[in-house]
Nanobody, 123 residues
């Protein structure tokens, strides 16, 4: 079992920045692909970014490319999402998730999920 806990969300103005963190505990000896997803009210959970177990490969949703950066510190069992130039449409609950071996953007491919952290961006 892997437990994931997100933190760092909050309420900001458009153009501001936030950095989300996801701390992993439990069985963390092996490496996982980590992803960030978000879910706005009335919408399905959507892919935001993913990073390989080594941290060498990343993938981003087109809507966040150039603004968001995913990174990880395996020694600390933590993955981050740096969010710059935030827009009101970024408002959502943000979730981190883990899966084995390969990058993926599908919610159904991730086995472990955090509880989510709210990000609210006002104009």
């Amino acid at each position: 079992q892997v437990q994931l806990v997100e933190s760092g969300g909050g309420s900001v103005q458009a153009g501001d920045s936030l950095r989300l963190s996801c701390a992993a505990s439990g069985r963390t000896g092996s490496s996982y692909v980590m992803g960030w997803f978000r879910q706005a009210p009335g919408k399905e959970r959507a892919f935001v970014a993913a990073i390989s177990s080594s941290g060498r490969s990343t993938d981003y949703a087109e809507s966040v490319k150039g603004r968001f950066t995913i990174s990880r510190d395996n020694a600390k069992n933590t993955v981050y999402l740096q969010m710059n130039s935030l827009k009101p449409e970024d408002t959502a609950v943000y979730y981190c998730a883990a899966r084995s071996y390969t990058l993926g953007s599908n919610v159904k491919d991730y086995a472990y999920w955090g509880q989510g952290t709210q990000v609210t961006v006002s104009s």
